[in-house]
């Protein structure tokens, strides 16, 4: 086994967009397993949008990242070493243990992957958190009836793609937000959403318009910006709006002052006379719906009526620039960093 | 019987601040029932701030009241000729039919009212429409649990005096908003908030956050303005703000452009990172609760646990002023007008 490795750590709190220089890649000595301990080796990292909030120090639903800490992140990995009574050598689990290639990590927190149902980089993606997301928050929140228009963005992304599909499979109209042509006729061929529009039309608020003609009576919300002003006035009465995440704000909340929303003066009001329901949350708010995930989402995996699509890029050292694409829309479906082989 | 009758009438939409001008009062001939209707007396009208929606042709959940219409609104009436089988003359019911003396209506969406119970002028007061809108948005969106902090304001207005005193009945620290030492005296010692503040105080929002040392769970929205800029920073993760009214913000909204809030650039981070759940309601959104409300309420009241106020101005023609100063808080307790005598 290799006595050093490599791990990304948080160099600087990015102002606006990250930078490399934000993150600083460096080597450390592989750290032996206490008792009730196991040393891990990451095989899939995942990147998520949320991670853009651990970079900044603002008040947040979780500690930031401290400065020279491993950022932080879901993988999937591969027990070396156990001290722990529950795992052994070569199980493969979930973990929360970063942006680094070898982690001790507590075996009780850990989740063990069953590779036999499916590949295990799902884990950390439409069997995993993102799918969960998606799974709880549209359903929790936006209790979908058939017949009602789904809206979400980010569409061919984890969670969004997750989101469409599950309307669908409820008996709801499906539409999907996407940037450029390739992604919008994936989501619209492959993942059998009724409509997808690209953002980066110039006529998107007209084009949403046109595809939502009965308006809109679920907007997942995970992008905020320029597609919540788009779907703020196609809002039915007694709409819900699960707030998931707002990657297209997330460098200006972090940045410096900007103008206030076209919505500012006008949203309070509109809660009011259209009965809106608003609701933010974070999956592990619904982790008692995990049964119900696990019941469903394999299920509908395998019979394909929820598809998914990976995005990988390989070794440890594109993670960061790998994150600051997925906030620009550089990657098309679940965005993952290949760190190490399936086994050893 | 009187031939003619006066009745007020909308003479023009008002911008900002409604006037006298904005209103008429007219005579008209006292109509004739048809077949199932009834001819009815006002006793009481009901004034309420929901009405300076109606005044304007923006977008809402009712149509506006026309001009010259009668402006609308709900009243205690008598019935004085009936030709619907179920009410007789004398009867006493709650009526929608507004700002005049005397009012046709068809029998059967008019609610008889039981003098025995109560004094029928709490047909539209705290066993009406405000009590019900404060147990129906207060407990099914508010969901208060024992313990929680429950903010309102106009806490010694129809509405807000039965939130808190609710929440008080649910277990809750109660703290309410109101202008005046006499108001916030009231609702302190006679409504058994545990604080109130007074928004006139120019250190409301520091006053406010002592008064709420574990911040706010609950927030029953009826003012906007500058209250909930003060709530704002206050709230609670998981907290549920019910979205009643915004009576500070109704001539502004009705009028000119105005700076944006100072929330807008956060609130919809906030909303994701603390779990918000805003959510819009009108008391009819709720009409399937009635049971339980009838049920709960008319003891509390008997019992002594939910205290109410009224606040009486004499005859038809005092309702625009009256209407006018109940958007500026000179009301102090349930606005009503007394239209007529108990009996004719």
Chains 1, 2 share one sequence.
């Not at 070396?80 to 529950?86: A, E, G, N």
């Not at 052994?88 to 979930?94: F, S, T």
Request: proline share 7%.
């Amino acid at each position: 086994m290799a006595q050093s490795a490599k791990r990304v750590v948080l160099a600087s709190r990015p102002v606006g967009e990250p930078k490399q220089s934000d993150f600083r890649i460096e080597d450390y000595a592989i750290p032996s397993p206490n008792d009730g301990q196991v040393l891990l080796r990451t095989i899939w990292l995942s990147l998520d949008p949320y991670m853009r909030g651990r970079m900044s120090d603002g008040p947040s639903y979780s500690a930031p990242v401290p400065i020279d800490g491993v950022m932080e992140g879901g993988a999937v990995c591969e027990v070396m070493d156990s001290k722990f009574p529950d795992l052994k050598k070569g199980d493969i689990v979930l973990s929360h243990t970063g942006w680094q290639q070898y982690a001790v990590a507590d075996g009780k927190v850990l989740r063990k992957i069953d590779p036999k149902i499916a590949p295990i980089s799902t884990a950390v993606g439409v069997l995993g958190m993102p799918g969960m997301t998606a799974y709880t928050g549209l359903l929790e929140i936006g209790k979908p009836k058939a017949g009602e228009t789904v809206v979400v963005a980010a569409a061919s992304g984890a969670v969004g793609s997750a989101v469409g599909q599950i309307a669908k499979i409820k008996g709801c109209r499906a539409v999907g937000i996407a940037g450029g042509k390739d992604k919008c006729d994936y989501v619209k061929k492959e993942l059998g959403f009724d409509e997808c529009i690209d953002h980066r039309d110039p006529d998107m608020a007209a084009k949403l318009k046109a595809a939502c003609p009965k308006g809109i009576d679920v907007y997942f919300e995970n992008v905020g910006g320029a597609v919540f002003e788009a779907v703020y006035p196609l809002l039915n009465a007694f709409a819900r709006i699960p707030v998931c995440g707002l990657i297209a704000d997330y460098n200006t909340i972090f940045g410096k002052d900007t103008p206030a929303p076209k919505w500012a003066n006008s949203i309070m009001r509109a809660i009011l006379v259209k009965r809106l329901n608003f609701r933010g949350f974070i999956v592990s708010d619904f982790n008692a719906m995990y049964p119900e995930f696990i019941r469903d989402m394999p299920g509908w995996v395998r019979d394909g009526k929820v598809k998914h699509k990976e995005f990988v890029t390989e070794g440890l050292e594109s993670a960061p620039g790998a994150f600051m694409g997925l906030l620009k829309g550089a990657n098309f479906g679940k965005q993952l960093v290949r760190v190490g082989p399936d086994k050893a």
